[in-house]
DNA sequence: AAACCATTTCCTGCTT
DNA sequence: GAAGCAGGAAATGGTT
């Protein structure tokens, strides 16, 4: 694309928003999207730690896709250009400035061909996440969601055969609809569902929504969001004391099945991508809420900063939004200190005796520490 | 396909 | 008694 700013071009000329002596940057004419006037941010990973001068109520993680500004898609982009490490000095800057609204109604190929396959697959993921998401409450959005999967992915409409029962694919978090797919067919559920888990493509995604305030915990008989093999499965294994002593209940993870994975999109997205995002290990996803009390505070805190000493304020709080990004409502705080425990051996964690709810980073942990990239 | 890794689940016993 | 800690054992899902 002749002519257009990459993003190396951002984080220079975005240091007028910064001091104020750099001119507003100007598109080519005949670019598809015009560009806004709001000041430009910079894309980097000191951005991203640094630069809160906007009202919370303002950021991308804030409100739906379909309402953000331009200025809200580069830091959308950026986090996930940092957050992939990928490089972005290799995007066009006129790609990445649109609006909300013309943002969302991009097709799968058009985003990939934008940003390249990676990034544009992620981008394209967590959109349709995003809009899942904030479906609630306006129709036309969660339609818009899925003409985008159906469009995206029409196998959906064909899903035969395999294991009975409803698979849960996306809910409404405010209204209550959940959407269920079972055998080709979609049908809408009343009853009030656990709030279905985002495409996680790093901790802050998840962290970015949620808040522990806000979380809704599954109540005992609902049910629930995350895949098992079969109905029976959902009864025996989440619900136990319907069946205790009838059935044992199987030990370690649940099994997860085709189409429950929140929109289906990570699914899809790691048959092309084999390798996990970054943090998306429990001690980064820790590391993630301590290093941005902004977006969740008083979830934890610093006990020691210096020393990597933390707390855990809402054990259980986090230990759901740890579940909610491993797509695991039955997650809690019992089940995650005990994966906190195994961190002793490999010295990601040190034992802090005699201290309920606290831990402290070992050796190999990293990105937690005063001086270190991005904290 | 198999080995490996990072959890997840369940459990018993102990401590606060 | 409840909550948390410790760690063994077995299981799963994803990666190599």
């Known amino acids: 694309m002749s002519g257009s700013c990459n993003l190396s071009s951002i984080l220079t000329s975005a240091n007028w928003a910064m001091n104020g002596s750099l001119e507003p940057l100007q598109a080519e004419s005949g670019t598809a999207f015009p560009l806004s006037s709001e000041p430009l941010l910079p894309l980097s990973n000191a951005y991203f730690s640094t630069a809160y001068s906007a009202q919370e109520t303002d950021k991308w ?126 049908k809408p559920e009343g009853d009030m569902t656990p709030m279905s888990d ?70 899809l997205r790691s048959k092309k991508n084999k390798h996990a995002p970054r943090g998306t290990h429990l001690w980064e996803f820790i590391r993630d809420i301590l290093i941005h009390p902004e977006q969740h505070g008083g979830l934890m805190r610093w006990e020691d900063r210096r020393e990597g000493v933390f707390k855990f304020l809402k054990s259980e709080a986090v230990a759901q939004l740890w579940g909610q990004k491993k797509r695991n409502s039955s997650m809690n705080y019992e089940k995650l200190s005990r994966a906190m425990r195994y961190y002793y051996k490999r010295e990601i964690l040190d034992r802090v005796d005699g201290r309920r709810l606290v831990y402290k980073f070992g050796k190999n942990s990293t990105g937690w520490r005063l001086g270190e990239v991005g904290v």
């Open 61 to 186: 993680y804030c409100k739906p896709p379909q309402q953000w500004s331009t200025r809200n898609i580069l830091e959308w982009i950026g986090h996930h250009v940092e957050d992939s490490q990928f490089d972005g000095n290799t995007l066009d800057l006129v790609s990445c400035t649109m609006d909300g609204p013309t943002l969302c109604q991009l097709p799968r190929d058009k985003l990939v061909s934008m940003f390249g396959g990676p990034l544009g697959e992620r981008l394209f993921g967590h959109l349709l996440d995003l809009k899942a998401k904030y479906g609630a409450g306006d129709l036309s959005l969660t339609c818009d969601f899925f003409n985008s999967l159906f469009e995206e992915y029409p196998e959906i409409m064909n899903v035969s055969g395999g294991d009975a029962g409803y698979d849960i694919l996306t809910s409404d978090i405010n209204s209550g609809l959940s959407i269920y797919i079972n055998q080709g067919g979609v």
């Open 198 to 267: 985002y495409g996680y493509e790093s901790s802050q995604d998840s962290l970015d929504r949620s808040c522990a305030e806000t979380l809704r915990f599954p109540s005992p008989s609902s049910p629930d969001s995350v895949g098992t093999d079969s109905e029976q499965d959902l009864t025996e294994e989440r619900l136990p004391h319907f069946t205790k002593g009838e059935v044992k209940r199987r030990r370690g993870r649940p099994k997860k099945n085709f189409l429950t994975a929140g929109s289906g999109s990570e699914h």
